[in-house]
Structures are given as structure tokens and as C-alpha cells.
């Protein structure tokens, strides 16, 4: 799946898109950050106490990063959807 194709919401009022991808994906790694850095350790909580996906925070060219590793080989599409819905819920959330 393409990051433009699901970069067509039908929601445009919604804050889905304060992700900034930070470098090109390499093997199964995903660097990239929130638009307000200062929210990354709150987003990843958030995200990582709901239990249905698991990210870690780092640093990347000075910034603070959310890194992404999609271990599995069984990986899908379907299984991106659930990661980018449940993103989506916790940066909608957020207080900026």
C-alpha cells in the first residue's frame, strides 16, 4: 500500500496527518515524527497502552522520533489499516 493512497481521507477536518516520515523506508523500518515533537512521548503512551500496536521512541537527526518495525513476514495491508486507524485515533486526541 502506498503512503499517497492512504493519504486520501475523506476526513479532512481530522488531525490524521501530523506525521512527518523522516527518511526513506528501508527493510522494515519506519522513522518519522509528530509535527509537535514535544507530543511524541504522550502519542507513543497512548498508543502503546491500547495494546493493538507497539512503537518506540528514538532519536533521529536530532529530533524526537516514533520508529515503526514491521517484524513479521505474514504482514498485510490489513494489518497497515490497523496501524494507521489506530494512529489516527491518538493523534486526533492529542492536546497541541
Known amino acids: 500500500m502506498s503512503y499517497e493512497k492512504y493519504n486520501a ?3 479532512p477536518e ?9 527518511a526513506s523506508v528501508n527493510l522494515n523500518n519506519v522513522h518519522f515524527t509528530l ?7 504522550n502519542f507513543l ?3 502503546n ?3 493493538r500496536v507497539f512503537m518506540t521512541p528514538t532519536v533521529f537527526k536530532g529530533k ?3 520508529r515503526a518495525s514491521f517484524m513479521n513476514w ?4 490489513f494489518d497497515l ?3 494507521m486507524e489506530e494512529m489516527r485515533k491518538v493523534v486526533i486526541n492529542i492536546d497541541t
Open 9 to 11: 481521507s475523506d476526513k
Open 14 to 22: 481530522e488531525k490524521e496527518w501530523e506525521f512527518e516520515l523522516l
Open 35 to 41: 509535527r509537535d515533537t514535544a507530543n511524541v512521548s
Open 45 to 47: 503512551t497512548t498508543l
Open 49 to 51: 497502552n491500547a495494546a
Open 64 to 66: 524526537q522520533t516514533i
Open 74 to 77: 505474514r504482514t498485510n495491508e
Open 81 to 83: 489499516k490497523i496501524v
